[in-house]
């Protein structure tokens, strides 16, 4: 990895969720949900640090303990607008790109952002994603962002929607930049739900780690969208 790169994961989290409140803090197999998601950033080749960048609320407060206590690194920033508050913990750390994992996010896969990260060698690349005329299992997401341009876009951002939904910008204006585009060799995959957004998604994530076990936090995403498929079969 180029020794000038700084590239930094990213984890959005906030405790307000409405489908699954506090969904971050739940617990799953004796450990945290937001754990899960933090175990796996940290096996990504090629970042430095790993980041949960929640909000300045008093509400966060138990999320806030919990990471102290667990030595994860924090950024507390912008409430409504989650790009400013991305945008501006890389600028805090110092990212000249930053991987976004979102906090539901429970099997983003270290090899294949690792994958994505490879591709940041070459300057001339804004955006690594895998979303683009989606070939993975929801929830096994890529998107790797060079700083600079991320800065120049959020100026361009109006509606609070954009704000929220922090690459939605770029999917729209894709011809502005120079995009790496990572497809599944394994399309048939891409009917399973890897990702805690409702109840339902808690149910299986149990579900599923009580059957990986010690590898709930390591398997690769077409074993853990495999033993899904399977598990929704068992349920027909």
Known sequence: MNDTLNIVAIIPVRLDSRRLNAKALRLVAGRRLVDYVIERARSITGITQVVVATTTRSLESPLIAHLEAHGVSI??????????????????FGATHFVRINGDCVFADPSLIGQGIVHC?????DFVTNLIDRTFPYGISVEIIKTDTFARLHRELGSSDE????????????????????????????????????PDDLARF?????????????ARFDTV????????????
């Open 75 to 92: 950024y507390r920033g912008e409430i409504e607008d989650v790009a400013g508050r991305l945008l501006h913990c890389a600028q805090e």
């Open 225 to 236: 969208a495999s033993l899904y498929m399977n598990l929704e079969r068992n349920l027909l």
């Open 206 to 218: 149990s579900e599923l780690v009580n059957v990986l076990g010690n590898k709930a936090t390591t």
């Open 163 to 198: 704000r929220e939904h922090v690459t939605q910008h770029f999917y729209a204006h894709l011809d502005r930049f120079k995009v790496v585009a990572i497809r599944s060799p394994l399309p048939e995959l891409r009917a399973a739900r890897l990702v805690v957004d409702t």
């Open 121 to 125: 060698t070459d300057s001339s690349v």
